[in-house]
């Protein structure tokens, strides 16, 4: 069981760049890379919903349940 991020996949449908999105999110850039490489155990809330809202999108656009992957 797994829990995958696609932030990339929406940072690129958004054309928006790693620094850029860090910077309205209010998080450092080296934060929002291991988000976005998934190198990360948990997320806060209030970190999603500031990407959500940066990005205009819905927490399950990022974040994808796969049972049949392990990490």
């Not at 996949?9 to 976005?36: F, H, P, Q, T, Y």
């Amino acid at each position: 069981m797994a829990i995958i991020l696609r932030l990339d996949r929406v940072m690129a449908d958004r054309k928006i760049s790693l620094n850029e999105l860090a910077e309205k999110v209010g998080i450092a850039n080296v934060n929002l890379s291991k988000i976005k490489t998934g190198k990360i155990s948990a997320i806060r809330f209030s970190t999603l919903e500031a990407i959500c809202e940066a990005l205009n999108c819905q927490p399950g656009d990022i974040l994808e349940y796969s049972p049949g992957e392990k990490k």
